[in-house]
């Protein structure tokens, strides 16, 4: 049987298709695949296999290097002197655990289905094509415009760790419009030797990352340990203006609370360990190990670095911009350089880690026709996502030249949390649900009250006047969150058990990860949410116009689960199938 001609093959054809965009929208977004056929056929159309080269070890390292980057530099000093005071420790400890909890949502899933697009991947055998093509476009230029920043962020903090100015290593181009207008052609530099590398080799990258990490790791090590010698214990509960409130928990638990939601994002980085699971030896036992090992790891470290400024300075002294650098001016100079040079060194790993996760996301994405199937192919010789990593190098590239990392900062966060929130809620709904076996409805209904709560408790935190009421609304939302949890565990039977590695006490770590993504959600500001409506604007007009068309012309040559006019669907007995085990 002849195939039918493709939607852009002529200018008729295409037109002809965009009338028809209404069905074949409400026939391709609610569409999924089954896992094995993810770990099948539509791995196979990138043509070459990633090599299996990494092991725990690996990931862990990886982890580490994708999330302790220059940030935590940053963000400690602002989250201890706005928020938490010397309590930042304790910050630390609750962004660590929801992190924690998020990394075994992610685990569930890579263990399962060792594929390399991460929550794309997910998304698509959970919620649909549509969800999981939203989602994932906002977290490649999510990973686009964050890796930016980060290569422009290199080259202030080796400006500081050699003693030249940044001024010295930009110059200004007076055409461009003012936040565009400063070339940088060091972090250029920068994105196109890590683009070369990741091209290069998974193997000889993981190397690299691993001696990268050490060294930042030793660096942060030292850091710690000047402070605790060079500290006082009294500046855990005494700030130096008598006016300002002292003890340990100088603002309270909300201070508390608003400290961790601020530092949190110190932690993003580590779902980029997922998109990795396609090239892991033994997924089953290293998957597990490397996710939540390293979640557990920098969680330690930073409760040390807090913990060690919280020594060095009175929170009400700590510099908001450059905390331990600025703790050590003055007194030792020399300090400060070894801090520069720390923070360079977890920027490149940072930087590394997360282009490999991106081209990894768009290599997957490639696969399901939504993009062209160009990114898809993994080139025979070097076993990389060659075309993804290249054409996302050059564009991260591009951006890191012109724009201001003002700019870029204003443009991330909200797309990882967005994922993290989608990946808990999929979780909950693939072990209750099997399509066409068990009715949906339960499980969404559930996962809508209890995002309703969640949101219900982020607005009266952030929004509701301080007093008795305040808390009692605070105390109703977690109360109605546990009741609701607490009836679905009891009522509706779970369908799935996962075979090798699940998350534990379901469905309470995934409620709770959901709970707390939601209010990491409410602690970001007005133009994340702006960016966030654009781009997802943007990504739902790409997939009207472009993204549909292809999918629906890909079932139709058979390469999207279809074969005879009938929709292979997804059976508690595909998880049994033996090519399926891992």
């Known amino acids: 049987m002849e195939s039918p001609p493709s939607s852009f093959s002529t200018l008729r054809s295409y037109l002809r298709a965009l009338a028809q965009t209404p069905s074949r929208f409400a026939h391709r ?28 070890y690996d990931l862990i390292g990886l982890g580490i290097g994708g999330m302790v980057g220059a940030g935590v530099f940053v963000t400690t000093g602002r989250a201890s002197r706005l928020y938490a005071g010397p309590a930042i420790l304790i910050s630390y400890a609750i962004a660590g655990l929801c992190a ?31 969800a999981a093509f939203l989602t994932g476009a906002n977290l490649i230029m999510e990973y686009v415009m964050s890796n930016a920043a980060v290569a422009r962020g290199f080259t202030s903090y080796l400006s500081a760790a050699i003693g030249i100015p940044t001024a010295k290593w930009r110059f200004t181009a007076a055409a461009l419009p003012k936040g565009f207008n400063e070339i940088d052609l060091l972090a250029v530099a920068v994105v196109l030797t890590v683009t070369l590398i990741i091209c290069y080799s998974t193997r000889e990258s993981s190397i690299l990352n691993m001696i990268l990490t050490t060294l930042h790791i030793l660096f942060i090590i030292f850091v710690v340990l000047m402070g605790f010698w060079k500290g006082d214990w009294n500046n855990f509960t005494r700030p130096m203006n008598p006016n300002s409130p002292s003890g340990f928990f100088p603002y309270g638990p909300s201070g508390v609370f608003n400290g961790a939601a601020m530092v949190y994002f110190s932690y993003i980085g580590y779902d980029a360990v997922s ?66 040079v720390g923070a360079s060194f977890g920027i490149l790993t940072s930087l590394l880690v997360a282009m490999m996760g991106q081209a990894r996301y ?54 990882t949390l967005f994922v993290y929130y989608m990946v808990a809620n999929a979780v909950i709904y693939r072990r209750y649900v099997v399509i066409g076996t068990t009715k949906p409805w339960p499980i969404l209904s559930f996962l809508c009250l209890l995002t309703l709560t969640s949101l219900l408790f982020t607005l009266s935190w952030h929004f509701a006047p301080s007093g008795s009421s305040k808390s009692f609304l605070l105390g109703l939302c977690i109360g109605l969150a ?30 709770i990860s959901i709970f707390m993504n939601i209010f990491l959600l409410g602690s ?20 009207v116009l472009y993204s ?18 009938e929709i292979i669907r997804e059976s508690t007995e595909s998880e049994e199938d033996p090519n399926h085990k891992v």
């Not at 199937?373 to 993804?388: D, E, I, Q």
């Open 29 to 56: 977004a609610p569409s999924v695949s089954s896992s094995y056929e993810e770990l099948s056929w539509v791995k196979s159309l990138s043509g070459s296999n990633m090599h299996k080269s990494l092991r725990w």
């Open 100 to 130: 924690l909890l998020s990394a075994f949502c992610y685990t569930e899933f890579a263990v399962h289905m060792p594929v390399a697009g991460g929550s794309f991947s997910f998304l698509r055998i959970t919620f649909g094509e549509f």
């Open 275 to 340: 998109t990795m699971a396609e090239e892991v030896r033994y997924p089953i036992k290293d998957i597990p190990i490397g996710v939540t090992g390293s979640v557990i790891i920098v969680t330690i470290l930073y409760c040390l670095m807090a913990a060690s400024m919280s020594m060095l300075l009175p929170y009400d002294m700590i510099d908001v911009e450059a905390p331990f650098a600025a703790a050590f001016n003055g007194r030792w100079e020399w300090v400060s350089k070894v801090i520069g």
């Open 362 to 415: 768009m290599c997957v994405i490639g696969r399901s026709s939504v993009v062209p199937p160009w990114f898809a192919r993994v080139h025979s010789k070097t076993s990389t996502p060659l075309n993804a990593s290249a054409f996302l190098g050059i564009f991260t590239a591009a951006i890191a030249l012109f724009t201001d990392l003002n700019i870029l900062l204003n443009l991330i966060s909200i797309g």
């Open 482 to 511: 546990t009741a609701i949890t607490l009836i679905f565990r009891h009522t509706v039977p779970q369908v799935r058990k996962p075979e090798f590695w699940g998350v534990p006490f379901m469905p309470w770590l995934p409620s």
């Open 524 to 543: 970001l500001d007005g133009p994340s949410y702006v960016r966030f409506g654009f781009f997802s604007g943007l990504a739902v007009l790409v997939y």
């Open 548 to 565: 549909v068309h292809a999918s629906f012309d890909a079932e139709a040559e058979g390469f999207l689960g279809v074969k005879n006019g």
